[in-house]
Antibody, heavy 117, light 105 residues
């Protein structure tokens, strides 16, 4: 069965950095585009970032709200995807979900990131 | 592309036929998906490419639409369908709608 397991969340102060991870299993990870989607408390879903596969040069895409501050990356040898978050703001507080596939067919359980002083 | 979902809150009775709307600011070319999110859970894919039912999803869920206007229909509402529903376009960039919260009357 497909599994996506996020880790690394926590409480950080504004302007600090945090790196969250997602471990994938149950599918051919190297063939799948991977995404991060977030959800602020009580709010809707927000698409954050996307990374394509090796044949597509691991191209990356970002929401305007995080461009220049967040970096998505992947390690196909470990079936892992990461989100490096720098210069965090209070508005980045959210549950962060790792998702797979163009239609976002698979989701992890999410990891909470809280940015507060 | 911006997505507008309506209504934002919908109250219906068990057995009702329920219709949720998602309108794009531009042509979505049928690259539209629907998700169900129950309280405290991750979203779950219901429908992709406008009308393709994800494996394991009950057949009472269906999708339709074209251009900028899309619809999710639940043919006979069940108690377990209480959730928030989001649409998502992946035609030009990637965008979610604001969601429709479905509750029992």
């Amino acid at each position: 069965a497909v599994q996506l397991v996020e880790s690394g969340g926590g409480l950080v102060q504004p302007k600090e950095s945090l790196k969250i991870s997602c471990a994938a299993s149950g599918f051919t990870f190297s063939n799948a585009a991977m995404y991060w989607v977030r959800q602020a408390p009580g709010k809707g879903l927000e698409w954050v970032a996307r990374i394509r596969t090796k044949p597509n040069n691991y191209a990356t895409y970002y929401a305007d709200s995080v461009k220049g501050r967040f970096t998505i990356s992947r390690d196909d040898s470990k079936s892992m995807v990461y989100l490096q978050m720098d210069n965090l703001k209070t508005e980045d507080t959210a549950m962060y979900y790792c998702t797979a596939g163009r239609e976002l067919g698979y989701w992890g359980q999410g990891v909470m990131v809280t940015v507060s002083s | 592309i911006q997505l507008t979902q309506s209504p934002s809150l919908l109250s219906a009775s068990v057995g009702d036929r329920v219709t949720l709307s998602c309108k794009g600011s531009q042509n979505i070319n049928n690259y539209l998906a629907w998700y169900q999110q129950k309280l405290g859970e991750a979203p779950k894919l219901l429908i992709y490419n406008t009308n393709s039912l994800q494996t394991g999803i009950p057949s009472r869920f269906s999708g339709s639409g074209s251009g900028t206007d899309y619809t999710l229909t639940i043919s006979s509402l069940q108690p377990e369908d209480v959730a928030t529903y989001f649409c998502y376009q992946y035609n030009n960039g990637w965008t979610f709608g604001g969601g429709t919260k479905l509750e029992l009357k």
